[in-house]
């Protein structure tokens, strides 16, 4: 689908004038917010920032909606790749956590918005974005994008918040809200009002987006690329660095039996009840980076950047399905073997017996094994005596072992990511024999 | 508007009413609590509740919202079943059906969008409950069941996901399901399958492995069709309507919801 962007553009205008009015409608909310609670600056800039998104709309429904520069897009797509988006996105997170109490300020966090919304804008003009984006199962994932940014927002604030009056010797604010209300009616009521907003959003949602349906099943058909529900996604972009065994079967199997262990684990009593980060630091971190990093931002590489034959494209890019990237994958084995010390990988001769077979396995792997045992069995040892002391001497043997397990485990995605990315290694371990591979 | 009073008056004051609602109108405290505590429906909610408990910022409404998709899925469901039949000769054709035909044409569009909103909803639910770190003592086991719900509602929707037989749904299945041959053990292509052979013959194969299991074939399809049709319409909400009911009793066995001490 090679289309002209500027016919493109002309398409989209409708869509776009109104998706900028709706911008400029909720930035015109902003000002009459500031003008309420008095401050005249923020309302200045905000009333600003509607009349140049009011502008965009214009320019929008008129066929000349703002777009990037085909250079420009070409660069963007040049720079990100499966290593830079992660890379990115890792460093993002941190930067987001490290200065929270600024960037949850409201005026911050609705530039933020406001910048997210625009780039939406923007990118909408190119036919390769838009048709991603607005493939109707795709629709809800934007849609998860922006909600998750809003809410964690709205969590951090109340924590950021929080942490300073606990710090102050004050309770969390939920306290502030102590007060015992009836649910009849404060609660039904709401809940009343709450299945009327639902209900409406969702018939919108349905009369404005039909339910795909796209050929009938065909059997020898088979798609390029073929993709899971988007919520599995995650799932399939493992692929790349697991076995099916592995990334379909034992990490989601571990995913589910970790997250129902997380209160056993987590034996700080601390953060019960209210929003905070402070209080529970690891906690929080663990599990933001297994949920933002590790989980969503899977589905999203997934859902937006992965075309036929699994390639990973840029955002603006074509979606070439003659797009080949050479993979050359060595083994760990191979690697140590030839590479590291210039000799023959050894082969298991035919015949051999059971000892010699295993034995020459072992010798084969032993690079690998040596590498899973430190990280497996020496580190958590050591681990116990130094950095997690005091989790250790809290938690007890079992707690601990099964806590720096599922820790160990999630951390061989990012582990294994790397290698690839640095050194071409597929796996940490092979055994063909047995149809495992690490 | 005095005979609008008057109608609603009789109305309240009839045997009927009386015999269903037994309190007088919800305008003073005695009767807003029997309102409450004598409503079949509304019984699962206490009396009363600290008021951050119903503050927007502390649970999202994610946990009412996800409820309520539950039960609006659950109605549309019900309605697209008069729809459909799963074979290979009607499933497709039905779908066609329900949206060129069919009164009411959004039925699929809020089925499947309610769908998607609930798999973001609970998501964001389970993301509150974490970062309010109310999974704490005493509310470890409802976390435990909410991990339940969680895999259910991906589990749903999943399986309804391959009914209206198109392209995307099959393929999106097949996908999926391929995981199931990578079981180790009792996947044909699972690590350590070798290991159940009998006198040198293999028990594990793609005639009787995990994923044959899952599809009742070797690929997908009419089985698969009617495997997850019963999964999806039958056998998962049933499972899921216990669990929901749990998770709500233990939220009140667990001393309501949580907060600053
Ligand atoms: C079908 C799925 C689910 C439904 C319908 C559901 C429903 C609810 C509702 C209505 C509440 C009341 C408070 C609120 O709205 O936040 C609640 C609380 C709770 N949910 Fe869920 N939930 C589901 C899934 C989950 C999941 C996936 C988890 C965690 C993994 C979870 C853990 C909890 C816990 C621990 C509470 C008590 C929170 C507190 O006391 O602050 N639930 N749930």
Same mark, same amino acid.
């Given at each position: 689908m090679h289309l002209d962007p500027q016919e493109f553009v002309a398409d989209m205008a409708g869509f776009l004038g109104w998706y900028y009015v709706v911008v400029a409608a909720c930035n015109a909310g902003a000002v009459w917010y500031c003008i309420a609670r008095r401050r005249f600056f923020w309302m200045l800039v905000w009333a600003a920032v509607t009349v140049g998104f009011a502008v965009a709309a214009y320019q929008a429904f008129d066929g000349r909606a703002i777009a990037l520069d085909e250079a420009v897009k070409t660069q963007i797509d040049a720079f990100i790749g499966p290593v830079s988006f992660t890379v990115g996105t890792f460093v993002f997170l941190v930067v987001m956590y490290l200065g929270r109490s600024f960037f949850v300020l409201p005026a911050v966090a609705w530039a933020g918005l406001n910048a997210a919304l625009l780039f939406m804008g923007v990118s909408m003009t190119d036919p390769e974005f838009a048709a991603v984006v607005t493939k109707p199962d795709n629709v809800p994932i934007v849609a998860m994008v922006f909600l998750l940014g809003i809410f964690t927002w709205w969590g951090t604030a109340q924590a950021v918040e929080n942490d300073r009056r606990l710090a102050q010797g004050r309770p969390p604010l939920e306290k502030d809200y102590d007060q015992k209300v009836l649910v009849w009616p404060d609660v039904v009521y709401l809940e009343l009002i709450g299945m009327i907003i639902a209900t409406v959003v969702l018939l919108v949602w349905s009369l404005a987006i039909q339910a795909p349906l796209e050929e009938p099943a065909n059997p020898v058909v088979t798609p390029n !690329? $073929?993709?899971?529900p988007w919520y599995f996604l995650g799932l399939q972009e493992m692929l790349v660095y697991f076995d099916a065994s592995i990334a379909g079967v034992i990490l989601p199997v571990l995913m589910i039996v970790g997250l129902m262990a997380v209160p056993y684990l987590d034996f700080n009593e601390k953060g019960d009840g209210y929003y905070t980060i402070k209080q529970r630091r690891f906690a929080y971190i663990v599990f933001q980076f297994g949920f933002l990093q590790l989980w969503i931002l899977l589905i999203l590489i997934g859902t937006f950047m992965r075309g036929p034959n699994w390639c990973f494209f840029g955002l603006?890019?074509?979606?070439? !399905?003659h797009k080949i990237v050479a993979a050359s994958n060595i083994k760990l084995s191979e690697l140590f073997w030839s590479v590291g010390l210039g000799q023959s990988v050894p082969q298991v001769a035919a015949g051999a017996g059971f000892i010699v077979r295993t034995a020459t396995i072992i010798w084969r792997e032993i690079a690998g094994l040596t590498f899973l045992g430190v990280y497996f069995v020496a580190l958590p040892v050591l681990l116990s005596r130094t950095l997690l002391r005091s989790f250790y001497r809290q938690m007890g043997v079992t707690r601990y072992t099964i806590m720096i397990f599922m820790l160990l485990m999630m951390l061989m995605l990012p582990i294994k990511m790397v290698l690839r990315w640095t050194l071409?290694?597929?796996?940490?371990? $092979?055994?063909p024999e047995y149809f495992a591979n690490f | 508007m005095a005979f609008g009073k008057k109608i609603i008056e009789s109305i309240r004051s009839s045997q009927l009413w009386k015999s269903v609602f037994r309190h007088a109108p919800p305008l003073d405290r005695r009767n807003r609590i029997l309102a409450v505590v004598s409503n079949f429906v509304l019984h699962i909610h206490p009396v009363s509740v600290k008021k951050h408990v119903i503050r927007p910022g502390f649970t999202w409404y994610m946990g009412a919202i996800t409820f309520y998709l539950f039960l609006l899925e659950t109605v549309t469901g019900v309605l697209l079943m008069f729809y459909y039949r799963p074979t290979l000769q009607w499933a497709y054709n039905d779908m066609l059906a329900l949206r060129d035909v069919v009164s009411l044409g959004v039925l699929r569009e809020l089925h499947r969008w309610g769908a998607h909103a609930m798999v973001i909803s609970v998501w964001l639910h389970m993301y509150r409950v974490f970062l309010t770190g109310s999974y704490k003592k005493p509310r470890e086991f409802n976390w435990v069941v909410g991990v339940l719900l969680l895999v259910m509602t991906l589990l749903l929707s999943f399986t309804g996901y391959l009914l209206p037989w198109d392209q995307l749904s099959m393929w999106a299945i097949t996908v999926g399901s391929n995981m199931a041959r990578a079981v180790p053990f009792v996947g044909y292509e699972g690590p350590g399958q070798q290991i159940l052979s009998v006198g040198g013959i293999d028990m594990i194969t793609g005639g009787s492995d995990s994923r044959f299991a899952l599809l009742g074939a070797r690929v997908v399809g009419e089985e698969t069709l009617n495997r997850f049709y019963i999964l999806h319409c039958v056998a998962i909400p049933l499972v899921c309507a216990f669990f929901i009911g749990l998770h709500f009793w233990r939220i009140r066995k667990d001393g309501g919801m949580s907060g600053p001490k």
């Open positions: !690329p $073929s993709k899971a603006y890019e074509f979606r070439d !399905p071409n290694v597929s796996y940490i371990v $092979s055994l | -």
